[in-house]
């Protein structure tokens, strides 16, 4: 299955300032890409568009980021893949088991930690009342997506930026990115290493939801791999194209401005395509 | 000037335990090693002391890490080290001038991001009201340092594992790595990159101030190198012996345990030695 | 100077619920009511309109609040009133002295306390390090109110229920009742009592700048009376029309529902009318 | 049961200070006071002691409290009462039932709002999920009590001004007043009246537990009354003798001052005397 996925922001910059992006597919998708994987940072002025300079790094998390220092005026980013991914939904590993700490790879510890929005420390004790009783593996990681799924209400009215797993699960209320930070806390506290993901996640074979945005969704690792699970959209999704994974938003927020950046265009997509590149398309709603 | 570091730490396992340990020294001292830098990870069983078997690695902040299964019953934890320090104070660099963000190597970066203890994003507005009139560079980032040094107290019955630089911030009061938080915190949100440390350190040609610890204290990034700040004892301390490095506390744990483990002893002790390795005695408090 | 409040509120109920309303005028007005003051509860099916039964009871804080039991259904509550107010803005008292303590009025010290949007406890070292430096009495509540007015920022999608002065103070962006409780906060923490008040508050002899809505601000002890400030409009209101107050917004919520009650209509006037009864035009916006 | 209280309170005031005191016992306890119930407050100059001028009120919730400015120098604080209580352990009214809100006394509603230490919003939807399940009335009340009891575990080291019924539902750690803050809350949360109490909780035909303290515990409202209940002490003591009610330790500090105020001395002691004053010999520990 070929999944198309375009974006164009804009924003505007009362003066220089200077940006990093997590915009570009992550590595572990090298393998999958069928077309240019590109982005483009421009600065607009009028008609005349031209190339800012900017340079890609790595992370300690293996995402590849884009800095630049974005003049003052119009600024645009802008990008489009083409993958290749499963035509399969997320994964079922019902047999998928719990690794003991001592065994597990080094380089995944870290998502064992508490961080900025998923605090394991202040929700040990309450994620082991509600989930000590579960069984470890796979059917605990389930049961903790399945948990935050049913008592959280989607709003995106409820966004703030410092929203924490606390406060998550004591407003119950927040938009994907919540969803994934309180799963993610509750899901390290109970030993299985957990990572925050970014990505498109378009409607791939489904009737349409609506415009497109970037998405969040979380990892756990069991049984020596990461797995993608979704405590918003639990229902076995396809299509997932992953940008960038840490330890939760703090670590791969799409862009990051040191200093005002209004936002003036906002246009994400992910879709599928055939062979010759035109879209496929959605089923009808029942 | 040679520092001799030891440490013997004990704990009672009602059951076995998976532990990881920062308790060697960082490996940019590798070269300042002038006698064995050893960890020592043994089961305790009346006369019969017993290896742990331990694995090292090193974490995606540069820190040589040690993790072990330890068995039910008691554990010693223990190591020392010798290493050839500068006879100097911590540097002063008034003229050390701050990067702009898009000329920091990019491995800084994320030493500008909210993290656990760390809420950039909850107090940048209230650092920018106390410390934006300050000048960029090295002025600031002492100004920073020296403003946590005044307006927090210490106090050992005020240490709590979930506290983080907002709570320092209002209650006013806490140990070490409370000063360092809020310390880092604020110079973040001014956009200079900070990291959070461990390490030991003794009182180093200074009168005796008590029984050891391990110590806290933070780096900041300026022209191009990292500087040590200290918000607690800001008074140009010598002799420090760096172990880890990370965001914050939660990256530097000296041990982290993942079930229960009760304390018995803890001792840590730092010290100048001369060339025969003697301790070399502290001068008299005034 | 005349000045008419009406309001109409509808809720939809999917069962019975117990609600309490302040929705009366505040007792303190008595004196100034020139027609009926009037609070109608009412049960809407279809082209039916039926009374509930409520009760009025007087509360600890002196002010007139009413109950009733609503059934499932639609719930209408709507009320009016008219009262003579003087025709100057909020008085200026630049003499008004701050009390000591132990002349406060006792029912006036309650106002010193923390309540639950307002941690006197939690900000008090704050409000040392902004307002100390201010000479007591009405200056020192002018700079609170001019602070919180000049470092917030308003903003409708910033409100939420549990939002604290402390959230205010960190967040800087909020509704009426955020700017106050911040206000409230550090006033308190400055020794000055400080209630929270509702009441509407209309474009009298001003600009009209949208529609109506119930307002908050809040009053300052000084000089042995009770005067009324506003951190979010400090430029010198007149027409303000007391209903409730109380120690934060905990106390006065227009009303409370013990159960699932959807806001379905709101609509809030208050506004200057002539001896005949007639709506006074408002001035041009210039 | 006789029931005789004393304490003897001692400050070092660097200089005069404000302060308000609530250590006399509540009016409801009038009928059964046996002996002088008395409050003394001196200044201590050497051998010199002098009485503080104060003066007496009763607070919205019907305390009564003492105010006074104490002179700079040495305060003391001292008092005792003799009291007549039932020999009963605390009351067990397995069919009291739980009122709906509309039948509620109104000065009773009060105790189902948020308040600086209970944050009933926050903690609402956490109590139904742990209690929803629960048979109104007195079983749900118990259910609340035990279920904190049973989750916090008490030390003296947790104790900070601030904590929150969050706080200690996420520490699960704390002292007296915690534990009852955190069952307050769910008990409002609930939907049933719940008040905040300091008193006199000696050991009373029971082994002595150390030195003597003031107490906290908390009362519920069903079935038309108040019934203490304690979540740290859940094992029906006697002997419970009330000295304020609040909404919570905001209101019924037993000392507030404006002002530093250094501890020096703190007795507090309750104990049943027999008819001639004797102290009544406590059994021994089995």
Not at 96 to 120: G, K, N
């Amino acid at each position: 299955m070929l999944i198309r996925s375009e974006f164009e922001i804009e924003f505007d910059l009362p003066q220089a300032v200077a940006m990093i992006g997590l915009l570009r597919l992550h590595p572990s998708l090298d393998d999958a890409i069928r077309g240019a994987e590109a982005l483009h940072v421009e600065h607009i002025d009028g008609e005349t568009v031209s190339p800012v300079q900017a340079g890609d790094y790595v992370d300690s998390f293996g995402n590849r980021c884009t800095r630049f220092l974005a003049p003052q005026g119009r600024l645009r980013l802008s990008g489009n893949s083409l993958v290749e991914r499963d035509a399969f939904a997320d994964p079922i590993a019902t047999e998928a088991r719990q690794h003991q700490i001592e065994e597990l790879p080094t380089e995944v510890l870290q998502f064992l930690l508490s961080s900025r929005y998923c605090q394991v420390d202040s929700l040990s004790l309450v994620a082991g009342d509600l989930f000590g009783h579960t069984t470890p593996g796979w059917a605990r990681a389930i049961w903790i997506r399945d948990w935050v799924h049913n008592h959280v209400r989607f709003d995106y009215a409820s966004a703030r930026p410092t929203k924490t797993a606390l406060d998550v699960f004591t407003e119950r209320v927040g938009v994907c990115r919540d969803f994934q930070h309180l799963a993610i806390t509750f899901t390290r506290a109970m030993n299985i290493p957990a990572r925050y993901v970014t990505g498109y996640l378009g409607d791939i074979r489904r009737p349409g939801s609506g415009p497109g945005d970037f998405s969040a969704w979380y990892e756990v690792f069991l049984d020596g791999q990461w797995w993608a699970m979704d405590a918003r959209h639990n229902d076995g999704r396809m299509g997932r194209v992953l940008m960038a994974v840490g330890r939760d938003a703090t670590d791969v927020a799409i862009t990051t401005s040191f200093g005002v950046a209004n936002l003036k265009k906002f246009v994400v997509e992910s879709f599928e395509v055939d062979a010759t590149g035109s879209k496929v398309p959605l089923p009808p709603k029942v």
